[in-house]
């Protein structure tokens, strides 16, 4: 396993990231401990969740929280939970009071005590926005964020889905007000949508923030099991948990992507998921890819990306049809829902 600093800190996490979104969902409790006793095992130290997550496909109202009861019972003993950099975030409703979502000081303290509750734990290494919330201002955000770091509960904090003109917003005000600053951004990315490499990625190396990715296949989309003359397949992420967003895959330009990626991994005798994976670590200002294995089977391929080396000449062939700076299908900030009730534009449920 290799391991890298997250952003400006002293903190070294593994290259790759386990993220818990299907455990308690797509995945039950037994299958998911026994894969992040897997994971730890190989190496990886660095495990993303949320307080949503764990809620059934399609169902939305049921099982939030759930994943992180999961993550908090396969990190007992304590020894466990020590080796470990572990993220979860905040935002989204937990229930449907007017103050239930959002990034309010009242929201923030009240989630961060209920996700230590349901990790079973007395910190959490990396507290993160889900969404950027335009109702309240980033100063109040912050100041909450500061003092869960002061009074010990969270020791660093990050954000998911903010823009680079936001996060410079924030960076401003923390360094006006005096408070912690944002570590890390999360933003989706992969090889059908290259855009943060615009403006989001130069800013993150010139601020020193850590880029965590998620959606790194394209859900599954480049591991090559959709084909454009069949029926999306039964129980994949776009039958399901994304049912409705896989038509935005089905054009010739996605296809023209995943064929050249699929020739170049048979080439490195390697799946094209491993490809795609392996392609992050050669772009800068990537600190680690989020996998969100629903078996054991996808976390053991996802490990095996860590192996693949790729020439410039490679890389290149990628560029030709991923292009730089562009994008096929839009994740970040699109148009179309990739969920039900859940906005790009806005990030908001």
């Known amino acids: ?122 910190w959490i290494d990396l507290y993160q926005l889900h969404a950027a919330d335009p109702t309240v201002p980033i100063d109040e955000t912050l100041r909450a964020l500061d003092d869960l770091i002061r009074a010990g509960k969270v020791r660093y904090i990050g954000t998911s889905g903010f823009p680079a003109w936001k996060l410079i917003e924030a960076l401003w005000v923390a360094k006006e007000y005096g408070l912690n600053r944002f570590v890390c951004e999360q933003p989706p990315y992969n090889l059908l949508d290259r855009r943060i490499e615009r403006e989001l990625l130069p800013m993150a190396q010139s601020y020193g923030l850590g880029i965590i990715t998620w959606a790194p296949l394209a859900g599954g989309f480049l591991t090559g099991k959709y084909r454009p003359d069949e029926a999306v397949p039964e129980n994949s992420r776009y039958s399901e948990f994304w049912k409705g967003f896989g038509r935005e895959h089905y054009r010739p330009s996605v296809f023209e992507v995943i064929e050249r990626v699929t020739a170049v991994s048979q080439q490195k005798e390697c799946s094209p998921a491993q490809l795609a994976l392996a392609w992050q670590r050669y772009q800068p200002a990537i600190t680690a890819p989020i996998i969100g294995p629903r078996t054991m089977s996808q976390l053991e391929d996802a490990l095996g990306s860590l192996t693949i080396e790729l020439t410039s000449e490679e890389l290149n062939k990628i560029d030709e049809v991923a292009k730089p700076t562009q994008f096929t299908v839009s994740y970040y900030g699109g148009e179309d829902e990739i969920w039900p009730g859940w906005q790009p534009t806005q990030f908001r449920w």
């Open 1 to 122: 396993m290799e391991y890298t600093t997250l952003g400006r800190t002293g903190v070294q996490v593994s290259r790759l990231c386990l993220g818990c979104m299907n455990f308690g969902g797509r995945t039950n409790t037994t299958d998911a401990i026994q894969m992040i006793d897997h994971a730890l095992d190989s190496g990886i130290n660095f495990i993303d969740t949320a307080n949503v997550y764990g809620h059934e496909p399609g169902n939305y109202n049921e099982g939030r929280g759930r994943s992180e009861q999961i993550v908090g019972q396969a990190l007992q003993p304590s020894s466990k939970r020590s080796k470990i950099v572990l993220a979860t975030k905040v935002h989204y409703p937990m229930h449907s009071e007017p103050n239930g979502g959002g990034n309010s000081r009242r929201h923030i303290i009240e989630q961060c005590h209920e996700s230590l509750r349901r990790l079973n734990t007395e």
